[in-house]
């Protein structure tokens, strides 16, 4: 399965962007969608998770900032990200969960897309 993420950018602070994930493949359906962020020099951490029944979960530093949504029928997961701080500042990467065709499980990740928020 492939993940090709869009709508990254520079973007000064207090500003919003919205980041989109579409899955391509010989899917079966998609459970879990998430998206990751890895700033230099730090871990890879959780941005922010939706499963396929649409309850949503937040890390604290976005809650009230960031928005999951999903498309299932689009096998899209989009970010809308507002207020957006400097250190927001990050490579986003979308994660997806699920069964293809086959009935075998698949874990896939995108690229990553660039995020940057000057002050």
């Known amino acids: 399965v492939k993940l090709v993420e869009s709508g990254g950018g520079l973007v000064q602070a207090g500003g919003s962007l919205r980041l989109s994930c579409v899955a391509s493949g010989d899917i079966f359906n998609v459970h879990g969608m998430a998206w990751y962020r890895q700033a230099p020099g730090k871990q890879r951490e959780l941005v922010a998770s939706?499963?396929?029944?649409?309850?949503?979960d937040y890390t604290d530093s976005v809650k009230g900032r960031f928005t999951i949504s999903r498309d299932n029928a689009k096998y899209t997961v989009y970010l809308e990200m507002n207020s957006l701080k400097p250190e927001d500042t990050a490579l986003y990467f979308c994660?997806?969960?699920?069964?293809?065709?086959?009935?075998?499980?698949?874990?896939?990740w995108g690229q990553g897309i660039q995020v940057t928020v000057s002050p």
């Open positions: 994660n997806q969960d699920g069964l293809l065709a086959a009935m075998r499980v698949f874990n896939s």
């Open positions: 939706i499963t396929s029944g649409g309850r949503a």
